[in-house]
């Protein structure tokens, strides 16, 4: 079954506005969770790491909640601008089990930002 | 600001072909990885690689697929004999280490079409 999954697969804002998408996951051994911007023709980029130990992380304009009773992400993007339109995913990696290495991702969520 | 690198960007070839997809990693990174996303899906992992030898490698990953670091800065997936379903983006990854926090990075991608 999928362990990562989206809430929304596409939302709208109106630029300045703040962005919020989330993400729940199923496997309570997972121990960290990166969010990753993708462009349309490019590689997923790396935005914002969370570990299973913390609640929030803030970066530059962006903020990541872990809600772990929940099994619940989020990323909150503020002033939201037209470049930050893109595909937004989530992916988790599991700590035991021997899969120590790979990455496993959600759906996706596309964010459109308009002016 | 260091990046990895993939090419070709497209690659067309007809089913049962042998195709070569090349990445060169961030020059001091030891851990590398290959991922498939199919059109509209998610990102899915193949392999992890590291010290000349496969890490971790997905059900995807079957006999029809190798890695190989030929040399100090290329690693290459072959795919033997492609088959309709390979057609997908396919991103090189890599990490400096392969602990739990270690953040991967991504190129930008292969598209590999089968016909």
């Known amino acids: 079954g999928e362990s990562v999954g989206l809430h929304l697969p596409t939302l709208s804002v109106q630029e300045g506005d703040n962005s919020i998408i989330n993400c729940a996951y199923s496997?309570?051994?997972?121990?960290?969770f990166i969010w990753y911007k993708q462009e349309s023709g490019k590689g997923p980029q790396f935005i914002i790491d969370?570990?299973?130990?913390?609640d929030k992380r803030q970066g530059q304009r962006v903020t990541v909640l872990l809600n772990k009773t929940v099994k619940h992400l989020s990323l909150q993007i503020a002033a939201t601008q037209p470049g930050d339109s893109a595909v937004y995913f989530c992916?988790?990696?599991?700590?035991?089990?021997?899969?120590?290495?790979?990455?496993?991702f959600g759906k996706g969520t596309l964010l459109t930002v308009n002016p | 600001e260091p990046e990895v690198t993939q090419t070709p960007s497209h690659q067309v070839t007809q089913m049962g072909q042998e195709v070569i997809l090349r990445c060169v990693p961030i020059?001091?990174?030891?851990?590398f990885y290959w991922y498939r996303q199919i059109l509209g899906q998610k990102v899915e992992f193949l392999v992890s690689?590291?010290?000349?030898?496969?890490?971790?490698k997905s059900e995807i990953f079957d006999d029809q697929f190798s890695v190989e670091r030929p040399d100090g800065s290329n690693f290459t997936l072959k795919i033997r004999s492609t088959k309709l379903e390979d057609s997908a983006m396919y991103f090189c990854?890599?990490?400096?280490?392969?602990?739990?926090?270690?953040?991967?990075?991504f190129g930008p991608g292969t598209r590999l079409l089968v016909l």
């Open positions: 990854a890599s990490s400096a280490l392969p602990q739990l926090l270690e953040t991967q990075y």
């Open positions: 496997n309570s051994a997972s121990d960290y």
């Open positions: 969370i570990r299973s130990n913390m």
């Open positions: 992916a988790e990696k599991l700590s035991s089990g021997g899969s120590n290495y790979k990455l496993t």
């Open positions: 020059s001091n990174h030891l851990y």
């Open positions: 690689f590291y010290n000349n030898e496969i890490s971790e």
